[in-house]
């Protein structure tokens, strides 16, 4: 009898048309839509809802057949109004951004018509008059008409950008400031300017000096606080008054301005003794009675018309509930609505416009500030939102003021603008959560019985990946997953019934981020950060519940060690913490800090594990094997040793690093060391010419038998052309020779893989059309080749080996963010299949291989980023794989469903036992039997395999 375990001849496998499905689903609870941004035109209303990690647009008449999706477009989100969206009605017509999927892809404007697209840049805001549109960008105002932009003013920059602040349109003209330092002046300008839409009509009106000196304080309250009422623009102004000794500011000047387009004067001078107070002095501008209500210093409620004389105080509270999303004021019967502190809580309170009619509606909590906030007006009612959660409506009376429903916050911050309140068609629309649903799109009239969920916008699931931290034991993977616990560890042995939550180690729903893992032997440790915690943690665990603890770390202050750098040795676990070395045999009394020196002040760039010590650098070469006894330097100081050593790799079971040559300036070489003197030896000098410390592109990579580094690069001869020379080793002078040379566009990112001998380097120049280079190398200088250029919007994303080919994920512009595989030849990149077709992307990443499949996360639209597996299964024509344990003769043993032939690849899985009947000639053109499979073969019969 005959068994083979092992490898027996090469693969030769055909990938067309493998298999992509869905795994398992952690995270079974529901996200929502989180709908915002509401505008209206013409009795329908639009609004973004939350779509995977974008956003989508939507509308709604009111009605839940009515609510439907308007574009699939990802609508984009400014960077600089964090990270709200903007909607803008004109003509009736609905404006908005649209950003390409992608990374660093263009920014276009769009109608909800769809018939222009213009690639703005990267402009963000709009304005219309003149029946056009306008917007600021690369210091010019632009004019877009019939989907064409044309600049019709340049602005001068003085010692850096000009910002540009509240445009605001009256009589047909845009008025909008500037302020910049000019060169004459410490001091910054604010400028106000008037435009007609023509060059010639854009010009500045008031230049004010002598603002303050520090340009990045002087105007973010002032510049945020501009109005237009009736034919005036009014805006604040801050300066400072300094004392005749020179000791600093003596108090604080705010003043109302106005300005009409012809004159703009001083309408009131506030003077602020407590200049300290360095936040918005002046807030929340409103146009009540065609009069302009203002707050100053967050706790005084103004008035006025215009005039000094008519620019009045109306109440000082204790507080006047204020920020920037929060609709702050109200509008019913004449009066205006607010939530302002009196007597240490915040309440409703209304004003006429005078002194005595600004009086408290109702106190809504006899004992609880409630804190009124996101106004809007229904069926004659006010309607709000508190701070306990809760929905409530008012008609100005005490009596009328009642709680309506509960509408629980937001569990985290998404990024978008929280209207929660919009009114509609005398319809309330909000942002609500349930159970069931989580937040999603509701409605109401004001009153109970008519308050109820509008439309379940978002049905699928919240993803289940929190972080891309993973580490192989074995077979088993240990990752960062996430269920209705939170982020916890779970581990998969490539089952569904084998991917299981490890242990709940922070119990409810709250969970731990994952930042670092690794796996000494059995063991797996790795650092937490537990929701709402800013410190890490240390843990350790053997793959069961019991097996996962922390190890406790203590360093003598009341301040966490908070742990990283996680690296192992054949022995030890050591990081950083506290400022110092750490060792650790898993235990809480063998886990102590090292002194590396007397005066301990530096942390170590790098630490390397090779065999049972680690290498670091404190300016010179250092060795620890985890006792005090053996921490110290490799070279004493009175010894040459090399300089500034950088690009720490273990190889052959030795380190191998760069560094600069004692005593011959310009020189640096590649070294290696065993951790002693007589062991530290340079294997290559190079040139004066070769610069090696000084570059983004070095890097020490290895294969099991060869180094990989870069030895020389520099400036092409076409504009954007560079390179560098690819090196390889194998750790002696003579195997150690340069490959070829990588040219490239750009500053790339650039990142590594291999799979056995066969190294890949991946090149993505940071451009909005980049070209993915990859490029393969197997030592030889016939064997370095570029393998592929794609189009892509990212590097590789992930990579992962199965069955000696390279798989990867890469942001594609047709194709999205799948899962692709160099082909067999190594002669170029080719999609495997995708899981959401077209450019909506499915988030391939976190690639984890096991012996027969790949799982990996991604986003299928449906359920958010979850699990799914590439299994190479199907028969392919020529491909036969075991699928149990059984007779080679029988064809229920086999995926093709039939017994394998002369011109299969086959191959027997592992924990398989595949026999031959007594007597029988068996056939294959490739055969492999994977790690733990069996293969038997009596001595009465034969296996030809005949490639």
């Known amino acids: ?17 493998a298999q992509i499905t869905f795994f398992k689903e ?68 609905l404006y908005y951004f649209v950003q390409d999927i992608g990374f660093n892809s263009p920014i276009s404007l769009w109608k909800t018509d769809g018939s222009v697209k213009n690639s703005l840049g990267d402009a963000v805001k709009l304005y219309f008059f003149n029946n056009k549109v306008y917007y600021f960008g690369d210091n010019k105002l632009y004019e877009v008409e019939n989907g064409l932009k044309t600049p019709i003013k340049e602005f001068i920059s003085y010692n850096g950008l000009n910002m540009y602040y509240r445009p605001t349109i009256i009589n047909n003209h845009l008025f909008f400031f500037t302020l910049q330092h000019h060169s004459n002046s410490l001091f910054p300008r604010l400028s106000v300017w008037k435009s007609d839409g023509t060059e010639a009509g854009t010009s500045i009106i008031k230049d004010i000096d002598s603002l303050t000196h520090n340009i990045s304080f002087s105007y973010k309250e002032s510049l945020n606080q501009v109005l237009a009422v009736n034919n005036d623009v009014f805006f604040t102004v801050k300066r400072y008054t300094f004392r005749q000794n020179g000791t600093g500011v003596d108090k604080a000047i705010i003043e109302l301005w106005k300005t009409n387009g012809v004159e703009t004067e001083i309408v009131k001078t506030f003077d602020d003794t407590d200049y300290s107070y360095q936040t918005d002095e002046t807030s929340s501008l409103v146009n009540f009675n065609q009069k302009l209500v203002f707050i100053l210093k967050h706790s005084q409620l103004w008035i006025s018309d215009g005039t000094a004389d008519g620019t009045k105080r109306l109440k000082t509270f204790g507080h006047i509930h204020d920020d920037i999303y929060n609709k702050k004021w109200a509008f019913l019967n004449n009066k205006f609505y607010f939530s302002a502190y009196n007597n240490q809580q915040a309440e409703l309170w209304e004003s006429d416009g005078t002194d005595t009619g600004t009086v408290l509606v109702k106190a809504l909590g006899p004992t609880t500030s409630f804190v009124p906030s996101f106004f809007a007006t229904i069926n004659n009612r006010i309607v709000f939102r508190t701070n306990t959660n809760e929905l409530w409506q008012s008609d100005g009376t005490s009596a009328g003021t009642n709680f309506v429903q509960t509408i629980p916050t937001l569990a985290q911050d998404f ?20 159970t069931q649903h989580d937040y999603e799109l509701w409605k109401s009239d004001g009153s109970i019985q008519n308050t109820g969920l509008l439309k379940n916008i978002n049905t699928s699931s919240k993803s289940s990946l929190i972080s891309n931290k993973k580490v192989k034991v074995g077979k088993i993977w240990f990752f960062n997953g996430s269920d209705h616990r939170g982020g916890e560890l779970w581990k998969t042995d490539g089952t569904p019934e084998g991917t299981v939550i490890v242990k709940d180690l922070n119990p409810g729903t709250a969970g731990l981020t994952i930042a670092e893992i690794v796996a000494l032997g059995n063991t797996v440790y790795f650092t937490a950060r537990f929701y709402n915690q800013n410190s890490l943690r240390l843990f350790k665990s053997d793959g069961t519940e019991n097996g996962t603890v922390e190890i406790p770390l203590s360093n003598g202050t009341q301040y966490p060690v908070s742990p990283y750098k996680l690296v192992v040795s054949t022995e030890k676990l050591f990081f950083i913490g506290s400022g110092k070395l750490w060792a650790s045999d898993g235990t809480e009394n063998g886990t102590y800090p090292l002194q590396a020196t007397s005066n301990y002040s530096d942390l170590p760039s790098t630490l390397t594990a090779v065999g049972n010590k680690v290498f670091f650098s404190l300016g010179s070469l250092w060795v620890s094997d985890g006792t005090q006894a053996n921490t110290h330097q490799v070279f004493p100081s009175n010894v040459d040793s090399p300089l500034a050593p950088i690009c720490f790799i273990e190889f052959k079971n030795k380190l191998y690093f760069f560094a600069g040559v004692q005593g011959q300036f310009g020189k640096q070489a590649l070294y290696e060391s065993d951790g002693t003197i007589v062991g530290t030896k340079i294997i290559k000098e190079f040139d004066e010419s070769i610069q090696l410390t000084n570059s983004i592109y070095l890097f020490l990579q290895k294969t099991p038998d060869r180094l990989y580094f870069r030895a020389g690069h520099g400036i092409g001869t076409n504009l954007g052309d560079y390179y560098f020379n690819l090196w390889t080793t194998d750790g002696t002078t003579q195997g150690t020779y340069q490959l070829k040379t990588i040219n490239f566009k750009g500053f790339p990112d650039i990142s590594f893989t291999n799979i056995n001998s066969q190294f890949y380097i991946f090149l993505e120049p940071k451009s909005v059309q980049s070209k993915l280079d990859v490029w393969t190398s197997d030592g ?23 069955y000696n080919r390279l798989f990867l994920s890469y ?6 963010m799948e899962l692709f595989s160099v082909n067999k030849t190594n002669t170029d990149i080719s999609l495997i299949s995708e899981i959401r077709v077209g450019v909506k992307t499915s988030y391939v990443q976190n690639l984890m291989d096991f012996d027969d499949k790949i799982l990996f996360w991604a986003n299928d639209g449906v ?44 191959i027997i899985k592992s924990e398989h036992t595949v026999a031959l009947p007594p007597n029988y000639n068996a056939f294959a053109k490739f055969l492999t039997t994977q790690t733990g499979a069996t293969l038997d073969i009596p001595n009465s019969s034969t296996l030809l395999v005949k490639p």
Do not use: H
């Open 1 to 17: 009898m005959k068994k083979l375990f092992t490898l027996l001849l090469g693969f030769l496998f055909n990938f067309s048309s």
């Open 26 to 93: 952690l995270n079974t609870t529901e996200e929502g839509s989180y709908p915002a941004n509401f505008t209206e035109i013409n009795g329908t209303t639009f609004f973004t809802v939350k779509d995977v990690e974008t956003y989508k647009l939507w509308k709604t008449d009111g009605t839940e057949n009515g609510t439907v999706q308007v574009s699939d477009q990802a609508v984009f989100a400014s960077s600089s109004y964090e990270n709200t969206i903007n909607l803008y009605a004109f003509n009736n017509e």
């Open 415 to 434: 990024g978008i603008k929280p209207e929660f309140i919009y009114t509609s068609n005398n319809t309330l629309l909000f942002a609500n959560y349930d």
């Open 780 to 802: 030889t200088t016939q064997g370095t080749y570029k393998v592929s250029e794609k189009t892509a919007y990212s590097n590789v994303v992930s990579s992962a080996p199965l």
């Open 811 to 816: 942001y594609d512009p047709q194709n999205g």
């Open 863 to 906: 359920r958010g980023t979850e699990l799914w597996q590439y299994l190479p299964l199907d028969c392919n024509g020529n491909w036969n794989i075991s699928k149990k344990s059984g007779s080679w003769a029988s064809p229920d043993t086999w995926t093709c469903g039939r017994i394998p032939t002369a011109d299969d690849v086959v």
